[in-house]
C-alpha cells in the first residue's frame, strides 16, 4: 500500500508542481561576500511557497547577507529523478563544485524513500559519493549536512534507514550534521488542525517554511555559523 502510494506522490514530485513552485535563477555572488549553495529537493528549492522569497534557504540567506546559490530540484533525490533530469542538472554536485561557495547545504533524501525498495544500495552508494566530491572538489568550503526532511506523520522504516546513512557520511567527510528536521513540521501536517502545508498537501507553505527557517537560524547559531 506505501509503495503504490509512494509512486504517486513521486510523480507528483517529479513533476514539479510547476504552480506553485519559485523560479529564482542562482543569483551572481557580490564582490567579497559569503556564497551559499544549496543542493537539495523541493523543500529546499521552496515549491508550496508564494514566492521564492519565503523559501526558508533564502530567508536565512537574507538575514545574514549571504548570496544564495540554489541548486535544488523538485522530486530530486541522490537516487530519485537523477538520471532523467537531463544534462546539466544530472550532476548538480558537479555545479555545485564549479559555483566555488564558501558553504555548502546538503539536504537532500526524502525522495529517495519512494525507490528505497528497488535501490536500496544505489541510494547509499551515492551518498557516500556525493559528500565525498563535495569535500574533494571544496576543501576549504563548511559543509553542513541537513537531516533529510519529511512531509507525514507516516514514517515507513526506510526514512531512519536513509537518515542513518546521511549522518554516517557526514560524519565521515568531517561535515557540520543538524539532527532532527524531519519532525520539524510534526503537528502541522495535512492533515493536522493546524496544517503549515500547501494546497498540494505535499510542501510546506508560507508558514511552514517561516517555521523551518526559524528553526535552522537556531540550528546554525548553535554551529557558530
Known amino acids: 500500500m506505501y509503495r503504490a502510494l509512494g509512486i504517486l506522490i513521486a510523480a507528483l ?11 529564482a535563477q542562482p543569483q551572481q555572488p557580490a564582490e567579497g ?12 528549492r521552496g515549491t508550496g511557497a508564494s ?20 541548486r535544488a530540484e523538485n522530486g530530486l533525490g541522490f537516487v530519485n529523478r537523477r538520471a532523467s533530469m537531463g544534462p546539466g542538472l544530472d550532476d ?42 563535495l ?18 506523520a507516516d514514517r515507513p522504516a526506510s526514512v531512519d534507514v536513509i537518515i542513518g546513512w546521511v549522518h554516517d557520511a557526514a560524519d565521515r567527510i568531517g561535515a557540520e550534521y543538524i539532527a532532527g528536521a524531519s519532525h520539524w513540521l510534526d503537528g502541522h501536517y495535512a492533515d493536522d488542525a493546524d496544517s503549515w502545508m ?21 540550528e546554525l547559531r548553535a554551529l557558530g555559523l
Open 198 to 218: 500547501a494546497d498540494d498537501g505535499l510542501h510546506p507553505d508560507d508558514v511552514g517554511y517561516a517555521h523551518i527557517a526559524e528553526r535552522m537560524e537556531a
Open 13 to 23: 514530485l517529479a513533476l514539479g508542481l510547476t504552480a506553485c513552485a519559485p523560479t
Open 135 to 152: 569535500r574533494q572538489g571544496l576543501p576549504g568550503a563548511r559543509i553542513v549536512v541537513v537531516e533529510p526532511f519529511w512531509w507525514t
Open 51 to 70: 514566492s521564492s522569497e519565503k523559501r526558508w534557504s533564502t530567508i536565512i540567506c537574507a538575514e545574514r547577507g549571504w548570496t544564495e546559490i540554489n
Open 92 to 133: 548538480i554536485p558537479a555545479l555545485i563544485i564549479r559555483d566555488a561557495p564558501d558553504i555548502v547545504f546538503v539536504t537532500m533524501g526524502l525522495n529517495d524513500n519512494f525507490s528505497y525498495d528497488s535501490v536500496a544500495a544505489e541510494i547509499r552508494a551515492t551518498i557516500d559519493s556525493d559528500l565525498d566530491r
Open 33 to 44: 561576500a559569503t556564497t551559499v549553495a544549496f543542493y537539495g529537493d523541493s523543500y529546499t
